[in-house]
């Protein structure tokens, strides 16, 4: 099945850096790969996704590329406000169509 | 925060005992899942059925069962054979199977003393 791993496990930057996820997955079928952010006691809920036919996508300060040789994918988010401070899990569909998640990454963002 | 709907939030049994958490969807979506979140590690998929009266085993199923009779519904059942069943217990739809946005619900945490 799949296997998605997932770095850093907690990141902490300044508020107007850039923070960068980074995912590696197993299954050379998977062709959806979305980010999801969970705030404290929250759902987790979608803020971007790029399919296997896409090499980068953005949407304003977010942005993700996929490495489809390498198998990796990345969340890139630029000018970071403190309201980016939460857990983002990155995640990819096999060919299983089960949604594999990694273990998520605790973003802080300092004042 | 519609759509998808799960009760109760915050659910307490004994050791022994076997507990449905419920989950409701209005999204007219074919998929539903349950995921369980553990500190540390990530949302695991429990159960997940892509169509009425069909579903499908997760990664970590022992100790779970569930049903999907409707819909609109896809309840999960946490029984006493599930070792630690302790958690925060997330549910989700989608319209299909083939790589779209998961809707998750809010979550029920379940403590079992």
Not at chain 2, 49 to 69: C, H, L, P, T
Request: charged share 20%.
């Amino acid at each position: 099945g799949e296997n998605v791993e997932q770095h850093p496990s907690t990141l902490s930057v300044q508020e107007g850096d850039s923070a960068v996820i980074k995912c590696t997955y197993s299954d050379s079928a998977s062709n959806y790969f979305p980010w999801y952010k969970q705030e404290l006691g929250k759902r987790p809920q979608l803020i971007i996704d790029i399919r296997s036919n896409v090499g980068e996508k953005k949407d304003q300060r977010i942005a993700v590329t996929l490495n489809k040789t390498a198998k990796h994918f990345s969340l890139h988010i630029t000018e970071t406000q403190p309201e980016d401070s939460a857990v983002y899990f990155c995640a990819a569909i096999g060919s299983n169509y089960k949604l594999t998640f990694g273990k998520g990454t605790l973003l802080t963002v300092n004042p | 925060d519609g759509g998808i709907t799960q009760s109760p939030k915050y659910l307490f049994r004994k050791e022994g005992q076997n507990v449905t958490l419920s989950c409701e969807q209005n999204l007219n979506h074919d998929a539903m899942y349950w995921y369980r979140q553990d500190p540390g590690q990530g949302l695991r998929l429990i159960y997940y059925s892509q169509i009425v009266n069909d579903f499908q085993k997760g990664d970590i199923a022992e100790g779970y069962s569930v049903s999907r009779e409707k819909k609109e519904s896809f309840p999960l059942t946490v029984t006493s054979a599930q070792k630690n069943p302790t958690a925060f217990y997330l549910c989700a739809s989608s319209m299909g199977r083939g790589g779209g946005e998961q809707y998750f619900g809010p979550g029920t945490r379940l403590t079992v003393t």
